[in-house]
């Protein structure tokens, strides 16, 4: 099946010099549309080859946003402060998957139920975070704040002469943009290697992968850690684009986001998941600007066509539309 591949060159190096061609704003809105690929791709590795339908990734992105708050407020703007603060998000995000994926997978949860339970975790996370507006809730300096969200998290920065390179605007573009390269090598040459085959072969057939001596749990508790791992990251580097994270960021509507992305996207394919997602992303944007009340239901609208009509996305088929034409030109001439 043909699949929009970003395993070339050339589009990654289209992406590279585009703030060459935008403005700050322009470029810092890219970012923002690139910040959600990560969680996007970490799905599509668990559902489309995996075989795991999780609607848990935004729980793992505000598991990981709150971390860099709680701990940059704590400790500071300081290069080693932001990037500790960075890496201790993503170990919060991991440990809270390897928890949940251990009681879903060793405790023999399948099919609609991993659904269920991901998006059950997920709405308790935002109705208890939700709470928090009391003055109590506060972690040495940092103030929960309720559904108001936490805000006033410093950028990363890096280390440049007495002072400090703050990575903001097209720095952190180009800092987000190596991320998403670097996680897209690194699933492709987990869906190549041995752990990927034998991935495939228990999303086609479980029972079939077992009698023949796979361990299916360990494999399917790796992909979902590492799929909300990254899940986790675009939860860090969200908080850190926009200094602030909210409740909402959890809700019912942000964990449907990313099953849409990746189902309209083509969820067999990490390459189209990682464009399909920036695009859609970049079109909810537009109509929050020009016409609010129609992105949801617009990406409902998408959702449905794709499901009916495009069963594996809407990027695959497109992809496939010159075999078409070459198939349809034969026919004619034949004719």
């Keep these: 099946m043909p699949t929009?591949?970003?395993?070339?060159?050339?589009?990654?190096?289209?992406?590279?010099?585009?703030?060459?061609?935008?403005?700050?704003?322009?470029?810092?809105?890219?970012?923002?549309?690139?910040?959600?690929?990560?969680?996007?791709?970490?799905?599509?590795?668990?559902?489309?080859?995996?075989?795991?339908?999780?609607?848990?990734?935004?729980?793992?992105?505000?598991?990981?946003?709150?971390?860099?708050?709680?701990?940059?407020?704590?400790?500071?703007?300081?290069?080693?402060?932001?990037?500790g603060g960075l890496a201790l998000s993503l170990a919060a995000s991991v440990a809270v998957a390897f928890a949940l994926g251990y009681m879903i997978f060793y405790g023999r949860i399948k099919g609609v139920f991993v659904g269920i339970l991901t998006l059950s975790v997920t709405l308790v996370l935002e109705t208890f975070m939700a709470q928090t507006a009391g003055p109590q809730w506060v972690v040495g300096e940092a103030r929960l704040n309720g559904y108001n969200g936490m805000s006033g998290m410093p950028p990363l920065s890096l280390p440049w002469g007495d002072g400090a390179y703050v990575l903001e605007g097209v720095p952190f573009y180009y800092l987000v943009l190596t991320l998403l390269l670097l996680a897209y090598l690194a699933a492709r040459l987990l869906l190549r290697s041995s752990f990927g085959l034998t991935l495939a072969a228990i999303r086609e057939n479980p029972q079939r992968a077992e009698m023949l001596g796979v361990d299916i749990r360990r494999h399917q508790m790796l992909v979902f850690v590492f799929g909300c791992a990254l899940a986790g990251l675009s939860g860090s580097l969200y908080t850190i684009w926009g200094s602030y994270i909210t409740p909402s960021a959890m809700g019912l509507t942000a964990a449907?986001?990313?099953?849409?992305?990746?189902?309209?996207?083509?969820?067999?394919?990490?390459?189209?998941?990682?464009?399909?997602?920036?695009?859609?992303?970049?079109?909810?944007?537009?109509?929050?600007?020009?016409?609010?009340?129609?992105?949801?239901?617009?990406?409902?609208?998408?959702?449905?066509?794709?499901?009916?009509?495009?069963?594996?996305?809407?990027?695959?088929?497109?992809?496939?539309?010159?075999?078409?034409?070459?198939?349809?030109?034969?026919?004619?001439?034949?004719a």
């Excluded at 990654?12 to 700050?24: H, T």
């Excluded at 996007?40 to 971390?67: E, K, N, R």
């Excluded at 109509?287 to 809407?314: E, T």
């Design 256 to 334: 449907a986001m990313p099953v849409i992305w990746v189902a309209t996207s083509g969820r067999a394919s990490i390459g189209g998941v990682i464009l399909g997602t920036a695009a859609l992303v970049w079109l909810s944007q537009w109509l929050a600007v020009y016409g609010s009340q129609y992105a949801l239901i617009l990406m409902g609208v998408i959702l449905l066509i794709v499901v009916l009509a495009m069963p594996q996305g809407l990027l695959p088929w497109l992809a496939r539309l010159p075999e078409h034409a070459k198939g349809a030109g034969r026919k004619g001439s034949r």
């Design 4 to 83: 929009l591949n970003l395993s070339r060159p050339a589009p990654w190096g289209a992406a590279f010099l585009l703030p060459l061609l935008l403005d700050g704003t322009a470029t810092g809105n890219l970012a923002y549309c690139l910040v959600w690929a990560f969680s996007a791709l970490g799905l599509a590795l668990m559902w489309g080859h995996g075989g795991i339908l999780s609607f848990g990734q935004t729980a793992f992105f505000g598991v990981s946003g709150y971390t860099y708050g709680i701990a940059t407020l704590n400790w500071g703007d300081s290069w080693g402060a932001t990037w």
